[in-house]
Structures are given as C-alpha cells and as structure tokens.
T-cell receptor
Framework: AQSVTQLGSHVSVSEGALVLLRCNYS??????LFWYVQYPNQGLQLLLK??????LVKGINGFEAEFKKSETSFHLTKPSAHMSDAAEYFC?????????????FGKGITLSVRP | DTGVSQNPRHKITKRGQNVTFRCDPI?????LYWYRQTLGQGPEFLTY????????KSRLLSDRFSAERPKGSFSTLEIQRTEQGDSAMYLC??????????FGPGTRLTVT
C-alpha cells in the first residue's frame, strides 16, 4: 500500500523567506507524486506533479519540488514566500499502473506567512 | 470549462436523516472520484466511476453510503441514517482517464 507522511502540521515563515514543506512517501515502486493547495472554503488546486520525467518539477505560483528516490522524498519549496501563499498544502501519491488512479493524501501542512 | 461543481455547498442535518449530494464533473471527463475530508486530515478516497460503472469502493464506504453515476455524467452520493461521525467535507473530482484530477469546492456536512 502507498502512503505519504507530512511531518509537522504547521509551518510559519516571514514574507520573502524560503518555504520548505516536507513530504516522504512509501511505495514499492516509484509512484506519481503531487502537491495540492487548499485555500479556506475552496477545493484542492494542483500545484505540481511528478510523473517519472524530470526529477525537478516546477509548478504554479513559483513553487517547485524535487523527487529524490534515495530519500523517498518529494519536498515542496518556494524561494520567497508571499502573503497569498498562506494556505493548507497536501502531498499525495497515486499508482503509476492500474485503472484506479486514486490519490492517497498526507495529513496536510498549514503554511502561515508573517508580514 | 466551468470546472467541477458540487451542491449543496453546506448541509446541516439531524442524526438519522438521509442526505444526498450532487457532483457535476467537467463535461469531457470520464472518471469521477469521491473523497471525504475530516478536520485536520487529508482527503480520503471513497469511490470512483469510469463512465457509469462504479469500479472501486473504499472500506470507508459503509452500507449506509451509496453512490451513482447513472448516465456517466453527474454523480450523487447518498448517506442514509446519518451519524455524527459522518460530519466532514465531501469532495468530488473528475479526470480524463489517468490525467490530472480537478476538484470541486466540496459539500460540508454537519450532523447534529
């Protein structure tokens, strides 16, 4: 079975500071990996995805993530935080093969940005 | 492309009542997924359809839950004899086969 671990439930950074949100996965084979963002009272929006092409993936809003097989990690980064980045972030995994591409999510991390 | 829509956005019901939620996917998407999200947790998979066929159900989906997608377009999720533990955000997503899943805004259910 696949799973995702997001350590910590809350990260706080100053505006302009580096954002680093950690995600580790467990899977018998390299899966597809995703980062989603959820703003209050809204659905999930895809930030970026890894589908076994380039290991460094660039997404929307200046976010990027690097797939590291040796560390089973897919950490999300942004060089300079903006106030509008405050939201909840979810890492997710899905099977590469098989008909059901259901997503398995981590518990999420709330990002706060201080002025 | 109007996105995935869900109705109602909020539902308050008394324990023991039945509720039904609706999801309208993006029109050309053949797959439709239901997830449940409780406070402080990530979404959990409930079930999915490819066209009108329900192909997988999670063990989270007890006998009180039933989902349909009668014509391969919109889907409904019904919960019978609601319990307080059913209080959650119910999310719908759609995709074209294994492509990116697009999520709706969710239906927040509160069981009193």
């Amino acid at each position: 079975a696949q799973s995702v671990t997001q350590l910590g439930s809350h990260v706080s950074v100053s505006e302009g500071a580096l954002v680093l949100l950690r995600c580790n996965y467990s899977s018998s084979v390299p899966p597809y990996l995703f980062w989603y963002v959820q703003y209050p009272n809204q659905g999930l929006q895809l930030l970026l995805k890894y589908t076994s092409a380039a290991t460094l993936v660039k997404g929307i809003n200046g976010f990027e993530a690097e797939f590291k097989k040796s560390e089973t990690s897919f950490h999300l980064t942004k060089p300079s935080a903006h106030m509008s980045d405050a939201a909840e972030y979810f890492c997710a995994v899905s099977p590469v093969v098989g008909a059901n591409s259901k997503l398995t999510f981590g518990k999420g991390i709330t990002l706060s940005v201080r002025p | 492309d109007t996105g995935v829509s869900q109705n109602p956005r909020h539902k308050i019901t008394k324990r023991g009542q039945n509720v039904t939620f609706r999801c309208d996917p993006i029109s050309e998407h053949n797959r439709l997924y239901w997830y449940r999200q409780t406070l402080g947790q990530g979404p959990e998979f409930l079930t999915y359809f490819q066209n009108e066929a329900q192909l997988e159900k999670s063990r989270l989906l007890s006998d009180r839950f039933s989902a349909e997608r009668p014509k391969g377009s919109f889907s409904t999720l019904e919960i019978q004899r609601t319990e307080q533990g059913d209080s959650a955000m119910y999310l719908c997503a759609s995709s074209f086969y294994e492509d990116e899943q697009y999520f709706g805004p969710g239906t927040r259910l509160t069981v009193t």
